[in-house]
Structure formats: structure tokens, C-alpha cells
């Protein structure tokens, strides 16, 4: 019989994950079988023909613009540019020859949208071009608002070397946990979520003379809700300019939206892309992909390779498939650079891939779609497209929360070979039919989804935006999602009867996390506990990645994981990583040794000092409750009331929605199965799992949430234990 252990662990959810796509994968057989996955002399298929995939190119040649004219300005070279000076690489990026036509634009409108093709420069050379023309006189800001983390920070990282500036000083970044500014930063990135934040404290943004909506057309709901704030700000502060910037996607609706604000375009600079489409479906397209790049890498020309994955699981695992077959090639192939990209990767980690590739070897870049639009990275001319994005979708009724992995639309996915364009002709491999892009692709993203996250919705609510009814949204979110909201809100005691921000809700939107995990936090005051549960928080907000579990030591990983079991849920689990770690000294070797991620451990930290360094604003004072369970299990309870499931035949049900759901089985209590649960998150992969799971009396809830649990809900319906609930079975877990 199989343990959850054995079934757990990264590459257990990354199982389920994916065969959640494969059901997607544009109506390809399931061929995959139990023992596909076993390591067999991959690099055979390489070598022999009939097992390589088969692309046809259907003569679709993406159309280069400018660029395609010009074929006498040739590319610069990677070693050419490193020879140029700064300055020179900025004066050749397309957006440069409109400098002052901009600025004159920028002069004469308020509000201004600018499109143009990703890598004309738009978010490095802006706000540039603004500091030069003297738009951070008198102590001024430039604000530039990024949909992603680990684009302000390289962007940021990117300007300050163009500016010859230390990060932090002139030219700064603030992304959540992490403020890098000064006194002195007059350029300031930041994630949408953080201009938010600063709406709190300067509600008209007084401080800045410019802010830039960058990537506008990623659409999340911050960068929605930020329309309308700014929308309002702008009509009492003629002074303000306000410039939207996005690719060539969707301006027409902003410049709707922004009153008929007019739409700059800088044309673009882009080399014609060959695109190439399977035969037929790939049924692995992970699979597919590492067969692609190698092929790519034994038959093709020099330059640079960029594959498009789902996530970090994903990108993780590719990165190892490749690896490992480059190990055994051997001296056979070229040098292969294997470099991942994704949101929570360190930052010294992401800086890697914008260096040189050196003369001789091909890097690829394995990538979310981060390196759709948000990012640039030089010298890439084949693109690995498998034709997948994640979503994440909040389903408001059940409060079911799923990431999902879906088709990407056909624009994500001409964004996408657009990437291989951009220094010389390039090359766009399709990991679908050319009929699957006609026929099963969407045309463009929706937006839907992202409007329906409560907990974001909530938090934008805290952030001082009383009257959600009535805002102004470009897409307005369901009605239903913004009553649900503003319920869950209540329910927290943030809001009062007339929908006011409380003083509680003031002090939990201090903290920079959800609304829940602010009110665990807060509660923790009353249980004397805020030195645990805040380590529990930050443990929570580092996602699920505290575990490494290596196809090779999958035995010695699980024990070690096992060895960290505490009585309780998941959440004294993580407790006791972190108190163990913390008395390892913060060992590296300790994570070594114990299948531990230290990187996500590192972040924990920063978090968790972060976290505490607002303590004093809130007036939580950090004591210990000394190793009793209970209070931080209230706590907890405090926060997460709503997130409150029963046993029941068969599984679990939430108890505000009767849904049914199951212990994830990479949980401490999967076998537990104690009777009153709380969970951290609900994710639907093959099916409805709670992960994070903690133990609780039902009694407990009426004293954290008396308005909201009646006691009659909470009864037992029988007083005798349920029948324990059989293990998995295969079929249920991939
Ligand atoms: O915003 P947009 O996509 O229009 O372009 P950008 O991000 O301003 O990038 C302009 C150029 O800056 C790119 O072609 C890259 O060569 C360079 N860049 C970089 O080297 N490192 C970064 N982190 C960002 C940009
Ligand atoms: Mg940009």
C-alpha cells in the first residue's frame, strides 16, 4: 500500500498538475503510462529520427515590420553590444528615435497611452526620458507599476546601471516584503499591489508627478482597480500625468476607458518568425519540450532558446530533464546553459538570465509567461511554445479557489513567437496542431477570472476603497463576488454594519498580506502567541515550496519530511521547519541534510522580519505561548473560520458552502482524518484538496466567529467516530 508520503512531495503535485493538462491538452489521447516517466537512454531521441517531433512548417511566417525593411542595419551581436557603451544600446532601442515626440505628447495630455512591441524600451526608457526632461524637480517621484514582482525588481535593477546608480538610491524598486528605496528615489518600480498600498497613506499620491501603468494589459485586478483610482485622482490633480503602457494589445479600451485619452504608438523593430506546428497532439508536452530544445540544439544555427511553461514545478522539472540528458551527452553536443525563470526564483538566480551567452554554447531560458511581455531577454531567436498558461480562477459561490492549466489564447501565443524576433529571423516551435491554434484557442484572454479573487478583493477593500459597488472598474467584477467580499470582510470584523473600515480592519491593512492571514496575526495578540504564528505566516506565504523531494532520494526525502511531523495540522509542521532551522543557526547544511529548500526558507525569514518589523505600527507585542499548541491553533481558527471543513462520508465538506473536499496527501493529517479541519488554501487539481490543513474543536469557532457560526451548524451529526477513510487510490492520485 502506497503512503501519502510516497505520493507527496513536489513531484506529487506535480503529478496531479499535470494530469490535470493532460485532460486539456487539445483532446490528445492520455498516452502517457505509469512507467513513462523511468529514466531510459533518452538522448537516443535525439539521435534517431522517427522518434524526434515531427513539426511541419506551414509557411507562416509571422510578418517582421520595420526591422524586415531595414535588413541593412543588422543585429547587434551580444559581444558587439558589450562593447557599446550604455549608452549607445539605449539610443538604439526603437523607442529612442520618438524622444522627443513622446515627451511633447506627454506634455501636452494628461493621461497618455503608449503601445508598442515588447523591447522598444518603454519601461527602462520612460522614465529616463521624464528624469532628463525634468520631471523629478522639487523631490518628485516617477512612479512604474509592474503586474510581477520580478519585473520591478530586474527593471529596476536594469535602469539603475544604465543611470550608473547603486539599486536603491536614485532608482528603486518596492515589491511586497521587500521596500528597495531611499530617501533619495526619485524612479520607483513597484507591483501594483504596492501603488495600492501607498494610497493609504497619500491618497492623492501627492508625491509623484508621473505614474506609469506598465503592462496595463496583463489585467489583474489591481491593475483594474488602480485604472479607477487613478482615473479619480487624475480629475483634482491636473498636474499629474499618467501614461499606460502596454504591448500591442487592447490600448483602444484603455484610451475608452481613459476618457478617449490618445494612443502613442512606437512602431516596432522586429525580424520576420518562422512558425512550425506539430503533426499531432502532444500528449507529454513537457516531454516534448526537452526533445524540442535538444533537437533545436543539435541541428539548428546559434542563438538562444526560450520555452514557455506553466509554473514553477514545471519549469523545475524541465530544467532537471534537460540537464540531466546534457550530463550524458556529454562532449557529445555544445554547451548547454539550462537557466529557470519564474516568479518566486531568488533574485541573484533571475539576474543570470540577462547575461551573455559565451561564444561556443546555446542557453535556453525555461519560463512563465513572465517572458511573454514583462520581461526581455537578448539574443533569442528559436521559441519553444507548448501552448499552455496557468490560471488562476476563483470559483465565488463554492469559495473554490483552482489553478488551472488552460490553452493560452492565440494572442499569449503570437506574443510568444514574437519573442524570437526581435534581434534577427527566428524560429517559433508550436507543441500543437496548426487546426488546435485555428480552432481550440481562444482569441484573446479573459479577464473574467481574475476578477472574481476574493481575497485580492478584499484586500484592495482594506486598502481604503470604501465603496466598492459604485467603483469605477473597467470590467466590473460580479456583483455577487463584491457582496461575497464585503461579507467576508464583516465577518472578520474589518467592516461595520455600514460598510466603514473598523479599527481592526484599519490595523489589518497594515500588514501586507490577505485579510485572513492579517487577522490570524492580529489574533495571536489575544492568545499570546505572535512569535509562532508569525512564523506561520511567513512559512504559509512562501507557497508550498519548504519540501525538495529529488526523483533519486524520494525514500530519504519522505523520511526526513516524516521526521517533521508534530501532532496538530500542517501549520505546527511548518512551525517546527522553521524553529529547527532557526536553531540550526539558519544552516544551509541543515536544509541539506533534512530535503529541505533553503531558499524558500531564506524568504521565510525575510518575511517573517519584515512581518515583525510592523508589529510595533499595530501594537502586537512578539511573545511566545512556549510551546502550547492551542492558542496558535486558535489563532489560526481566528483568521480562517471561513476556511472551517467537517468530516463526512467519503471526504470532507466546507461547512459554509457543503462542499465536498479532501486532505491533500502530501498532508500531515491524511491519515489522521481528525473530525473539524481548517485549511490554508483549496485547490482543485484532480480533485478538491484542502492543503494545509490544522486540527480544531468546533467549539472554538463560536468563540472566534460568535456572528457568524451559529451553534446548531456546528453540531455532530453523530456522536460516534466516522469509519476511517480508506487510503487513495491510484486512479484518484495520478
Ligand atoms: O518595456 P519594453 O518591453 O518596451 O522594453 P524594456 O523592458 O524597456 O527593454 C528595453 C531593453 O532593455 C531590452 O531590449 C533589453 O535589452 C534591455 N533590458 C535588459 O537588458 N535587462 C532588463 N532587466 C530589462 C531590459
Ligand atoms: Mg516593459
Not at 309 to 330: D, N, P, V
Not at 435 to 455: C, P, R, V, Y
Not at 467 to 492: C, K
Amino acid at each position: 500500500e502506497e503512503t501519502p508520503m510516497e505520493l507527496g512531495g513536489e513531484q506529487g503535485r506535480w503529478e496531479e498538475e499535470r494530469l490535470k493538462t493532460a485532460s486539456l491538452s487539445f483532446g490528445a489521447k492520455r498516452e502517457r503510462e505509469q512507467g513513462m516517466r523511468q529514466e531510459q537512454d533518452r538522448y537516443q531521441l535525439i539521435l534517431e529520427e522517427d522518434e524526434m517531433i515531427d513539426f511541419v512548417s506551414t509557411a507562416i511566417t509571422m510578418k517582421g515590420t520595420r526591422a524586415e525593411k531595414e535588413q541593412e542595419a543588422p543585429a547587434l551581436s551580444q559581444a558587439e553590444q558589450n562593447k557599446q557603451s550604455m549608452q549607445e544600446v539605449r539610443r538604439s532601442l526603437p523607442i529612442f528615435p520618438y524622444r522627443e515626440d513622446l515627451l511633447a505628447a506627454i506634455q501636452e495630455h494628461q493621461i497618455l497611452v503608449i503601445e508598442g512591441e515588447t523591447g522598444s524600451g518603454k519601461t527602462t526608457q520612460i522614465p529616463q526620458y521624464l528624469l532628463e526632461n525634468g520631471y523629478t524637480e522639487g523631490g518628485m517621484k516617477i512612479g512604474c507599476t509592474q503586474p510581477r514582482r520580478v519585473a520591478a525588481m530586474s527593471v529596476a535593477s536594469r535602469v539603475a546601471q544604465e543611470m550608473s546608480v547603486k539599486l536603491g538610491n536614485e532608482v528603486g524598486y518596492s515589491i511586497r516584503f521587500e521596500d528597495c528605496t531611499s530617501e533619495r528615489t526619485v524612479l520607483k518600480y513597484m507591483t501594483d499591489g504596492m501603488l495600492l498600498r501607498e494610497f493609504l497613506t497619500e491618497p492623492d499620491l501627492a508625491s509623484y508627478s508621473v505614474i506609469i501603468i506598465d503592462e496595463a494589459h496583463e489585467r489583474t485586478l489591481h491593475t483594474d482597480i488602480l485604472f479607477g483610482l487613478i482615473k479619480d485622482i487624475a480629475r483634482f490633480r491636473p498636474d499629474l500625468k499618467v501614461l499606460v503602457a502596454s504591448a500591442t494589445l487592447d490600448t483602444e479600451r484603455f484610451s475608452c476607458f481613459f476618457d478617449e485619452a490618445p494612443v502613442f504608438r512606437i512602431p516596432g523593430r522586429r525580424f520576420p518568425v518562422d512558425i512550425f506546428y506539430t503533426k499531432a497532439p502532444e500528449a507529454d508536452y513537457l516531454e516534448a519540450c526537452v526533445v524540442s530544445v535538444l533537437q533545436i540544439h543539435v541541428t539548428q544555427a546559434p542563438g538562444d532558446c526560450l520555452v514557455f511553461l506553466t509554473g514553477q514545478e514545471e519549469i523545475e522539472a524541465c530544467c532537471e530533464m534537460l540537464q540531466e540528458r546534457c550530463r550524458r551527452l556529454g562532449s557529445k553536443i555544445a554547451e548547454l546553459l539550462v537557466l529557470p525563470i519564474y516568479a518566486n526564483l531568488p533574485s541573484d538566480m533571475q539576474a543570470k538570465i540577462f547575461n551573455p551567452t559565451p561564444p561556443g554554447a546555446r542557453k535556453v531560458v525555461v519560463a512563465t509567461n513572465i517572458a511573454e511581455t514583462s520581461l526581455t531577454i537578448d539574443g533569442i531567436i528559436y521559441v519553444i511554445d507548448p501552448g499552455f498558461c496557468k490560471q488562476k480562477s476563483y470559483n465565488a459561490r463554492t469559495g473554490m479557489e483552482s489553478l488551472i492549466v488552460t490553452p493560452c489564447s492565440r494572442a499569449s501565443a503570437n506574443q510568444r513567437a514574437g519573442r524570437a524576433g526581435r534581434v534577427a529571423a527566428g524560429k517559433c516551435f508550436r507543441l500543437y496542431t496548426a487546426w488546435a491554434f485555428k480552432h481550440e484557442m481562444e482569441e484573446t484572454t479573459s479577464l473574467g477570472e481574475a476578477n472574481t479573487d476574493i481575497q485580492l478583493m478584499d484586500h484592495i477593500c482594506l486598502a481604503g476603497i470604501n465603496d466598492l459597488i459604485h467603483f469605477d472598474f473597467m470590467d466590473p467584477p460580479p456583483h455577487e463576488t463584491l457582496v461575497l467580499a464585503l461579507e467576508q470582510l464583516y465577518a472578520l470584523g474589518a467592516l461595520n454594519h455600514l460598510g466603514e473600515l473598523t479599527k481592526l480592519g484599519r490595523r489589518m491593512a497594515e500588514l501586507p498580506v490577505d485579510p485572513m492571514l492579517s487577522k490570524m496575526i492580529l489574533a495571536s495578540e489575544q492568545y499570546k502567541c505572535s512569535e509562532e504564528v508569525l512564523t506561520i505566516a511567513a512559512m504559509l506565504s512562501v507557497n508550498n515550496s519548504i519540501f525538495y523531494r529529488p526523483k533519486d532520494k524520494v525514500v530519504h526525502a519522505d523520511n526526513a519530511r516524516m521526521n517533521f511531523v508534530v501532532p496538530g495540522g500542517d501549520h505546527l509542521v511548518l512551525l517546527n521547519v522553521y524553529t529547527q532551522w532557526l536553531e540550526s543557526g539558519y544552516s544551509t547544511q541543515w536544509c541539506y541534510e533534512n530535503f529541505i529548500q533553503f531558499r524558500s526558507m531564506r524568504r521565510a525569514r525575510d518575511v517573517r522580519d519584515q512581518l515583525e518589523g510592523l508589529m510595533d505600527r499595530i501594537e502586537v507585542e512578539v511573545v511566545s505561548s512556549q510551546g502550547d499548541s492551542l492558542p496558535i491553533r486558535k489563532a489560526v481558527t481566528a483568521g480562517y473560520f471561513y476556511h472551517t471543513a467537517r468530516l463526512s462520508k467519503g471526504g470532507y465538506k466546507t461547512v459554509k458552502h457543503q462542499q465536498t473536499v479532501y486532505v491533500h496527501p502530501n498532508s500531515s493529517l491524511f491519515e489522521e482524518q481528525p473530525r473539524w479541519l481548517i485549511y490554508h488554501e483549496l485547490v482543485f487539481t484532480t480533485k478538491e484538496f484542502m492543503r494545509q490543513v490544522i486540527e480544531i474543536d468546533s467549539g472554538w469557532l463560536l468563540e472566534v466567529a460568535p456572528h457568524y457560526y451559529k451553534s446548531k451548524e456546528l453540531e455532530d451529526s453523530s456522536s460516534k467516530k466516522m469509519p476511517r477513510k480508506q487510503g487513495k487510490t491510484k486512479e484518484e492520485l495520478g
